[in-house]
């Protein structure tokens, strides 16, 4: 194969043969003549664009200079208002029974009897007997002491008509010594007479005055006999043990059959008519309920019963139960007597009254000894004070739109902070306009744009305050 010019021999040149397959053709023009025909057809397209272009920019306007001016930021903001917040603080603890009794055997013996409902959680009622311990022993000591005191009771008897002998025979003797006495003194009866008579007359004194001695011993035997009969009718009495009010059980530690010794612990009752809570409580929530209110004087025996006239201390106890909580009203008792020096916290003790009569099925449970509940102390609204939001308050000031759309820096008063928001004393009015949002950088006099915040003022609006 050879190239020849524009034309491709398939046969070498020294064939014959092929000069019959490839007839000679005619010279071809110069390929730089073409391409410079090709090039001048280029240039009506120019000529077209840039006289279109030129068309257009003579038909608009040059562009206006901008103006420079000053740019309003865009922040939330809250309008301020005035309310008497109740004040609260929370604590929390666990729930234990307001009386515990500790049954305890008061003497010592087998237990013969045990009521069938004393197990752990069962509620009996006030007076039920609830274990009796063998009576035997006491109910015979108790009747010999019956029996010694009877006998004395005779013997007193014996003694007194004894004594009305004797002194009967006292007279006689005093009268036949007297008689002879005087005839001695005449000569008429021998000195061995007189003597014999005054030996008979002492004689009878004697027993006189022994039976007189005996019956003044007598009471105090008898006091003796009668304390032996009350303390054996006592230990006769301990050996049934009775629930001295409505109780549950806890803790039952015997059995039927079983012997027990003086001093050791049966079993425990829970009183179900009332219930505490002892819940600590920061010192700073605790300051809260105080504030506002007038100085007072309180003598310290009637400051539990006071506090609650003066402050409020209206308690309400919350449970958890998952996804529903559980309420009961409660009443203030008393402070508890110490401050914890790790937490800052001072006991705070509560009670609800007949926590089984209160309760309803699926929504409220009996509080029972060891439930872990949360215990809320509002205390008496104060007057009105300025509420804005806990994150509106920065380093000790509020930042406020002025009437000119300006921002403002006004250095405030915090009287306390609950729940996200600051109870203000100074530095903010009522209606006043508080930026919620945040400025980098801030600067006074700056042009905002306020915008009203809603969900902040739906919360200021819930909250529970007296305008």
Not at 15 to 38: F, G, I, Q, Y
Not at 209 to 216: A, I, M, P, V, W
Request: hydrophobic content about 40%; overall charge negative.
């Amino acid at each position: 194969m050879f190239v020849s010019g524009n034309r491709l021999n398939l046969c070498p040149p020294s064939t014959s043969h092929c000069a019959s397959l490839h007839p000679p053709m005619e010279d071809a023009a110069p390929p730089n003549r073409k391409v410079r025909k090709h090039r001048w057809l280029i240039l009506p397209p120019l000529a077209l664009g840039v006289g279109f272009l030129i068309l257009m920019a003579q038909g608009r306007q040059p562009p206006a200079p901008a103006e420079e001016g000053e740019r309003a930021r865009s922040v939330r903001v809250l309008e301020a208002r005035a309310l008497g917040l109740r004040p609260t603080a929370e604590g929390h603890g666990p729930v234990r029974p307001a009386k515990v009794w500790t049954a305890v055997a008061e003497v010592s013996g087998r237990i013969v009897e045990i009521h069938p409902r004393l197990r752990d959680g069962e509620i009996l009622a006030a007076g039920t007997e609830l274990v009796r311990i063998d009576p035997i022993d006491y109910e015979l000591a108790l009747a010999e002491a019956q029996a010694e005191l009877a006998e004395l009771e005779v013997t007193e008897q014996n003694a007194r008509a004894s004594l009305e002998i004797e002194q009967r025979n006292q007279r006689l003797a005093d009268q036949e010594l007297e008689r002879l006495q005087r005839l001695s003194q005449r000569g008429t009866v021998a000195d061995t007479d007189v003597d014999q008579a005054e030996r008979t007359a002492l004689s009878v004194n004697t027993a006189v005055q022994n039976l007189e001695n005996q019956l003044t011993l007598i009471p105090t035997q008898r006091r003796l006999l009668e304390s032996r009969v009350a303390r054996a009718e006592r230990d006769l009495a301990r050996t049934r043990i009775v629930a001295p009010f409505e109780l549950r059980v806890a803790n039952l530690a015997v059995e039927a059959s079983q012997y027990v010794g003086v001093g050791q612990t049966l079993f425990e009752g829970d009183s179900v008519d009332r219930v505490e809570m002892d819940v600590q409580v920061p010192l700073y929530a605790l300051r809260r309920l105080f504030l506002g209110h007038p100085d007072f004087d309180l003598e310290p025996t009637r400051i539990s019963e006071r506090l609650p006239e003066l402050i409020g201390f209206d308690p309400q106890v919350r449970l958890d139960l998952g996804d529903f909580i559980a309420e009961w009203q409660a009443q203030f008792v008393r402070m508890d007597d110490q401050v914890d020096p790790e937490t800052r916290t001072m006991g705070v003790v509560v009670a609800v009254d007949e926590p089984f009569k209160k309760i309803i099925p699926g929504e409220r449970p009996p509080l029972s000894k060891g439930m872990f509940v949360q215990v809320v102390l509002r205390g008496r609204a104060g007057e009105p004070r300025v509420v804005v939001p806990r994150n509106a308050v920065r380093g000790g000031a509020v930042l406020v739109v002025d009437d000119e759309q300006r921002l403002r820096r006004r250095p405030v008063q915090v009287l306390f902070e609950q729940d996200g928001w600051s109870v203000l004393g100074a530095g903010v009015e009522p209606g006043e306009r508080v930026v919620l949002s945040d400025l980098v950088p801030v600067v006074e006099g700056m042009l905002l744009a306020p915008e009203v915040d809603a969900a902040a003022t739906e919360a200021l609006a819930s909250l529970r305050g007296t305008p």
